[in-house]
Each structure stands twice: as C-alpha cells, then as structure tokens.
C-alpha cells in the first residue's frame, strides 16, 4: 500500500506517494526523472547509485523511499550551481576521471561527503573513502588526482 | 590540427557525464511505458513438456506475455545464427529464455512470471569441453553427431598451416610441449544490459541499445522481428562500459518484440545477477604446444591444438577458435606453424567477444612456451623474443605479410620502463630491417 | 508485493507488537543493507515491513565499567565513538574492514547481529567480549548472552515479535587483536575472520578468548583453543597449537569466496598472528 512522502530533494520540497518496498533509487529515477544516480547492482555493490542523505553518502538502491521523510537528498543533478560545474565536476570533466561516465554520478556525490567532511584528504584517505565506488573502466587513479586536485584549491568555485 | 596530436583533450561530451546529463538507455522513462520480467530455465539442460502462461496474463496489470511463438519473424540470433529467442522446447543452458511478461511495473511483470505454470524434463547436462567430446557425451544440441562445431559440413577442426611443421621439427635440437588453459571470465560493465523499445511517429520501431556494435545487430534484429531495415530505429552511442559483452543481443530482442506486440513503449533490463550468472562470458580456452627450437634460439616450428569452449550457441567462438590460432604463436616468426582449432559446445551461457578476444589467450602460452625454452636452452629471455621477433617481411600462419611490426621497440620501452639495460647487439635491432639468416618465407602452395 | 504495509513505530512496544502481530510476515528494517536487496531480487515476500530506525536506539554509553550500545547504532557512529575506539578497539578494528562508508553510514550494529550471518564481522570481537543482548518482546525484557543467540545460518533464538535493543559490553582486561581476510579490503565479505583477547601475567596466560567467523554456521567461540592456553606460558608452539585446535572445531564450507581448504588454512594464519599480537610476541 502505497504512503505519503515528503522530503527534499536538491533543495526542493518533494511529495509523492512510495510503496513499502520501493526504494529511493526507484524513486528517484522511474517516478521522478532523476536519473543522475545509476542502478549498477540493486544490492549496494557498486556504489554508482551514492547519493547523499542530510550529506552522508548512502546507497539509494538500499534505502527504503519511505524511511527518508523529513530528510534532505542530494543527487548529482545537485551539485552544480545553473551552468556553473562544482569544483569537484570541473575537477572530473578536465581530468578525464571517468571513460564510460556510468560510475560518475556516485564518484562524485562519495567524493562530496568525504571534502565536506575531510577538506584535506591525505592519498589514503581518499582511497578508503572511494573504495565502495566501483569503476569498472579502471578511471581510479584519475578520481583520485582529481579529488586531489580539488583538495588543494586548484579547481576554485 | 596536428598541434593536438598528443595533448590531453576534455571530452567534448564530458559534462554530461560529470553532470549526470547523459542519458543510458536505463535513463530513458517514457509515458506509458511497461516492463518486461523474463522467466528463465531453473536447469542446465532439459525438454519443455509444458507451459502455460494463462496465470501470469490474467495477473492484474500484466499486459501480456511472449513466448517463441510470438518471435515475428525468425526465432535465431547470434553470430551463429543458432540461438532462439526465447526456446521453444530444448533448453541448453540455466538462465535461457523461456518466456516473458510485460506488466505496468517490474513487481507487476515479476508477479505473472512466478504465476508461470512450466514443467521441464530435466537432462544431464555436459560442462567439460573434453567429457563433451566423448562418444558418448550428452548433447548440446539434440539435433546433432556430436558437440563440435562445424566449421563446414562434416569439418569440425579448423586447420592453418604455414611451411611444415614435421620439417621444422626435423631441424629442432629441442622439443618444448605444454598444456595451458585460460578460463572464464564476466566482462561486468558498470551499466547492466538494458533496452527500451517503442514505435515512433512514423511507425518505426525505435531501440534504444547498449550495444556496442549497432551494424552487428541490426540485421539479426530485423529478421527477429520480420522488418525490413528501414522500419527499425537503431539508436546508440551512449555505453556504461561493455569490454565485448555488449556484442551480442541481450535485451532489444525481448524490448523489440514486446513494443510491436503491445504497441506501447517497453523496458527490459537485466539484474545485475542476471547478467552476471547468464549473460555472455569469455569462454575457456585449452591449449597444446609442441614447439621445435635450434640450439641458437631460433624457433623453427610450432605445433599448437586448441579447444575453445563455446557454451550453449556458437556465438562468436568459431571465429574466436580462428582468430586465437592466428595469434598463437606470438609476434614471433616460425617458419613452420601448425594450429588446428575446435569449438565446443556445452551447457553454459554463450562464450563471446571480450577486450583483446581470444588474442591473449594465445599469446599467454606463448610467452609461457618462451619462458621454457629459455629455460631448456639457457638463452637470455630478452635474446630469444629479440632475435626471434617479427620483422616487416614475415608471414604468419593465415600467410598474411607483417607490416609495421612493432615487438622489438615494444620490448625496448618495456625494458627501458622496467630499468633493465639491454645489450648494445639487442638494442641495434629494429623491426624494418629483417635479419639476414631469415630468408623469404617459404611460399605456399596448397 | 502490492499490499505490503509500512510501519514506523516510535515506540518500542508499538514495534513489537507490529511484529508479534505480522509474525513470519513481518520484515524489521532498520539500515536496509542485508535486507533490501532481498527486496530488490524478490527473495522476500513480506507482508509487512517494520523501520524501526525511528525508536531511538542509536547511543553509546559508558555504563557500571560496561558499555551499553544501541542496537539502531551505525557502523559509521560506532567508528566516530570515542567510546569504542578508547575501550573497544577490536570493534572499530572490524568495522573499520566492514562494507565501504555509504554502507556503513546505514548499516547498524544490530542488524549485523540479528541477521546472524556467519560472516557478520561485529561478532567475533563481542563474543570475545563476553557481549550480551538485551531482547524486548511483546511481554517484556531479557538478556541473554551472544553466545547463545546464534542457532545456525539467519537462525537466532529471537521469539516471534522480538527485537535487540542494547548490547552490553563488559570492560574486560586483556589484549586484544582482530583479524579478517576477505576477497579485497573494501566491502568484502570475510572468508575467515578471527577476534582473540587475552589476559597475561608475564609469560602466562590466565584467561583467553578466541572467535571465529565464517568457519562455520554461526560465529563461534573456540573454546578447546582457550582451554590450551590458560595457565600456560605463551610460545610460538602453543600458538600453533591453538591455532589448530581451533580450526578444529570449525566446519567451514566451500563457496564462491574460498574454499574450506582455503578457509581453515588462512583462519589458522589468522588465529597464530591474532594470538601474538594481542599477547605482545613478538612473532
Ligand atoms: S546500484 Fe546501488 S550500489 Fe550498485
Ligand atoms: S567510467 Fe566506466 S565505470 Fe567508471
């Protein structure tokens, strides 16, 4: 049976009704549109589906739509600001840190929470936070650089 | 326009992907638009005896189901041409296609099929490409002698040759023999295989595809759906990854179909364990090399048997068997190649394409065949690659002329990147100039 | 599927009471990561889901020389406690090598335990904590020992609309050391993983704990390993021989993440490396 839901999404309140077993990366991406984040797995493997809930990085293919009333989600299609790209998808795009782009969306939003939370990652730390993002097109080292880069102010807002 | 030749360049598409503006196929969400759920063989082998779909159409939202019969045009696909749709009766592999559901949502689709009411007979199923070769080997294919495939008719081994491998042997002061196999891998791109399929405006049948090679499939897709060319939209471009496995049709087949069926807009996607556990693979290769070598390094023949596990349909293994036989001997120059190649059918998901298909598992042996014989003549493993590297000039065992060989600078940049300083005699050589005891290449005559 | 109810009690008695009500029917959410993706591919057909992340139970307390954990804690509060780092280490040593961060930032403590995977990694250093659990039923309250809980594969002694809701872990003195080996570091599941403590005076032990995981249907304590060594002095040989004795009570199994072989000779690596370092050999 289907319930109310209400919550934000990029910024903007939501309403919507969700069934019990729906999960947000349903949501998002059949209901809504929001097809930022990506279903690589549907059981929490790849990571390519990371968005962010009151700024931590879940995954939405294991998040209940249901259990995030009253939260505030962050996709990819959160990140820039209109036309202009955030540090970190500038960082991404003149870096090469992707080929097929499909784990992108998930590489980015891991990326966020670990710069909003760690403005200066060391080489080690960037690796373990991004470990959960699988990149099967072998782009790891450029993400790394990248985040790096963006770390140390080479990509300003 | 040269002045970039060489330069890191951004992408030209790449803000969509940062921005998550690109569309895949899975990111298309039309009005409408239904969902197909497939049923699968739960066994490896087996006779359908019975399958009735009424429960699963009656299921509240289904919109109706697909089984063989509802294939349009022909119900075989693949490289091959030798793989149903959904299969009628003989089930080959656990995981083949039996039937689908198309309902308003996954869970709905998903629903009818559990409702599927199917019995199967179940069969001993062969895995083992040399227990398939038995006489007395369950069959792959129930219509045939046997498990090979035929390359023509009655002509399962795929020989090459190149001069004569007895004379080669003849000359050789050492015989170096070793059985090497590659085994199975999954090509695991991020984006599973996924299709959405719909009639346009102008009652084209409009595919949005995965795939990785649109003018590989299109023509099977139009006799799937008895269509001419010109009625199929075939749209692609955008791929989350692929590594070969996007070859084949793994989705636009069941999309396509269902579209033209129900007349609505139709998503098909596998689970990610779909694609893992039933979705085309690198099959297996067993190789046997029997290499003839002279006391001073010089290779003089190469003897190489091979089987190639095929799975369930031929796929693109026929060709696979040909082209590793091409590759199997390395870019060295033997003036005495032998390969004789087999594919095997067995009770798996197909084999197929996947990065460098088929190459490396030639050329792993190979370079394991060198490592030996280094070892039996106590030559330097630079010296035995360098002075038996291809040069333009040489001929390989499908007699093609090497042009722009490259072996003996690729060894030097590796050797350089690796710190390890060659000698002044090795670093002298260069892939144009053909050393001078190499004369031409024996000419063939058949 | 389509008549699946949601509930989100806030109380706790509202929430056993929707689980003794829903029995077998009933699925208990709390971070979702095991359960989901048994939504997900249709494995489970529950009539009715229960979230019970909105009954308070995330805390760490220091309690009576015990900590007292909420069931509903995260993995990733568990890691950020200062608690646990300062008197649990083998805990965030295991969690730290659990999932990746988004898994851990919804997983909980509770759920890891109540799935009562062989595998789960959180087990092993309780058990060598002498953990208990703290259980509330429709009819009331109960503590039982982690010991007890598990009765084989995602089976445990919880009676129909029971729930954990603390986990008390006594402040036991002793060295202590974890140890997993998994397919990779990152978000694999553990193909042996070994928690030991163990109390020393000089050269000799007086008590001793070793846990295994995913060496047989349950996470399992070793008790033969542990008798070996109490009152004995401490060597590389009877290291080994403990290491022995508790692969010997294992019966671990083949799958696609190791095979027994495999497993038993890796845990008993595992055992040798987990027992010196947390005595302080020097090995
Ligand atoms: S789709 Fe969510 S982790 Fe892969
Ligand atoms: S860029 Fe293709 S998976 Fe990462």
Redesign the interface.
């Known amino acids: ?1 289907k ?1 109310t839901l209400s919550f934000v999404l990029n910024g903007s309140p939501v309403d919507v009704l969700a ?3 729906e ?1 947000l990366l349903d949501l998002l ?2 209901q809504l ?1 929001v ?14 589906c ?1 968005v962010l ?1 009151d700024g ?4 939405s ?4 739509a ?2 995030v ?1 009253g939260k505030e989600i962050t ?3 959160g ?2 600001d209109g036309r202009k ?1 955030h540090p970190l ?2 960082a ?3 870096r ?1 840190a ?8 998930g590489m ?1 939003m ?1 990326a966020k ?2 710069l909003d939370g760690n403005p200066n990652p060391t080489r080690r730390e960037i690796v ?2 991004m ?2 993002n ?4 072998g782009s790891y080292e450029e993400v790394i650089e990248a985040i790096q880069a963006v770390a140390n102010g080479e990509y300003k807002e | 326009m040269t002045e970039y030749v060489g330069m890191s360049m951004p992408r030209y598409d790449g803000v969509g992907q940062a921005t998550g503006r690109t569309k895949y196929v899975d990111d298309f969400v039309l009005p409408g638009m239904v969902y197909v759920k497939v049923l699968r063989s739960p066994v490896h082998k087996g006779v359908i005896r019975h399958l009735d779909l009424s429960a699963a159409e009656n299921t509240p939202g289904v919109v109706g189901v697909l089984s063989a019969e509802d294939v349009p045009g022909v119900n075989l696909y693949g490289a091959g041409g030798d793989q149903p749709v959904f299969t009628p009766e003989h089930i080959r592999y656990k995981g083949e296609l039996i039937a689908a559901v198309v309902g308003v949502d996954e869970d709905t689709a998903m629903e009818g099929v559990e409702k599927i009411d199917i019995q199967i007979e179940e069969q001993t199923p062969v895995f083992d490409m040399f227990e398939a070769m038995k006489p007395d080997a369950p069959l792959v294919r129930p219509d045939s002698e046997s498990n090979l495939w035929e390359y023509e008719p009655g002509q399962t081994t795929r020989v090459m040759y190149i001069g004569d491998v007895e004379e080669g042997f003849a000359q050789a002061e050492h015989i170096v023999e070793g059985r090497y196999q590659t085994g199975e891998q999954d090509h695991a791109p991020l984006e599973p295989h996924a299709s959405v399929a719909y009639l346009d405006e102008a009652e084209r049948l409009a595919i949005h595809t995965v795939s990785q090679c649109l003018y590989f499939q299109l023509g099977q897709l139009a006799a799937i759906f008895g269509l001419p060319m010109s009625k199929i939209r075939y749209i692609g471009g955008t791929v989350g990854g692929g590594f070969g496995g996007k070859n084949h049709i793994h989705a636009d087949h069941v999309a396509g179909i269902a579209a033209l069926k129900f007349g609505r807009p139709v998503k098909y996607r596998e689970t990610r364990r779909e694609d893992l556990q039933y979705s085309t693979k690198r099959g297996v290769f067993i190789l046997d090399y029997k290499t003839g070598v002279r006391d001073d390094g010089t290779l003089v023949a190469n003897h190489i048997k091979l089987w190639h596990d095929s799975g369930a349909y031929g796929g693109f293994s026929p060709y696979g068997g040909e082209k590793c036989s091409m590759f199997a001997s390395g870019p060295y120059h033997i003036p005495n190649i032998r390969t004789e190649a087999q594919t095997i059918l067995t009770n798996k998901a197909g084999s197929s394409s996947m990065r460098g298909f088929t190459i490396m598992n030639g050329q792993f042996p190979m370079e394991m065949q060198l490592h030996k014989i280094a070892e039996e003549t106590g030559i330097d493993p630079w010296e035995l690659r360098f002075i038996n590297a291809w040069r333009d000039g040489d001929k390989g065992v499908s007699r093609y002329t090497v042009r722009g060989a490259g072996a003996i600078e690729a060894m030097k940049k590796a050797a350089d990147l690796a710190g390890i300083e060659l000698p002044e005699h090795l670093l002298a050589m260069d892939s144009r100039t053909p050393p001078p005891q190499r004369g031409e290449a024996a000419d063939v005559v058949d | 599927m389509k008549d699946v109810r949601y509930f989100a009690p806030t109380e706790m008695a509202e929430a056993t009471q929707l689980l003794a009500r829903y029995g077998d029917g009933a699925a208990v959410l709390a971070g979702g990561t095991d359960l989901v993706p048994q939504l997900n591919y249709y494995e489970r057909h529950p009539e009715a889901i229960v979230f019970i992340g909105n009954l308070n139970l995330g805390y760490v307390k220091e309690d009576d020389s015990k900590l007292v954990i909420g069931a509903g804690t995260t993995l990733a509060e568990l890691l950020a406690s200062d608690l646990v780092v300062a008197h649990f280490g083998i805990l965030a040593d295991a969690i730290s090598e659990l999932g990746t961060v988004a898994i851990r930032t919804t997983a909980t403590i509770g759920g890891n335990i109540a799935n009562a995977s062989p595998a789960a990694d959180t087990v092993p250093p309780l058990l060598v904590m002498d953990a208990d659990l703290v259980l509330v039923g429709p009819d009331g309250e109960r503590t039982v020992a982690l010991q007890d809980f598990f009765t084989g594969p995602g089976e445990t002694i919880l009676d129909t609309g029971e729930l954990i809701s603390e986990i008390h872990v006594p402040l036991l003195n002793g060295g202590t050391s974890f140890k997993k080996v998994g397919m990779r570091k990152a978000q694999s599941c553990a193909i042996a993983a070994v928690a030991v403590r163990i109390e020393m005076d000089g050269d000799t032990c007086t008590d001793a704990r070793v846990a295994l995981g995913s060496m047989a249907p349950t996470p399992l304590r070793c008790t033969t390993a542990e008798d070996l060594l109490k009152g004995e002095t401490l060597d590389a040989d009877l290291v080994a021989r403990c290491a022995e004795a508790a692969v010997g009570q294992t019966k671990p199994i083949d799958d696609q993440r190791a095979s027994a072989w495999y497993r038993i000779k890796a845990g008993k690596a595992l055992i040798a490396k987990a027992l010196s370092e947390a005595a302080g050999l020097g090995m």
């Open positions: 049976m319930e069934a019990p077993t999960t991406r059949e549109g097809t930022g984040p990506k279903r690589g797995c549907d059981e929490g493997d790849c990571g390519t990371t809930l931590q990085p879940v995954r293919c294991l998040t209940i249901l259990t009333a996709t990819v299609e990140l820039a790209l998808q500038k991404f795009h003149e090469g992707f080929q097929c782009g499909f784990c992108t969306p980015l891991s929470a670990l373990d936070h470990s959960g699988l990149c099967r097109c």
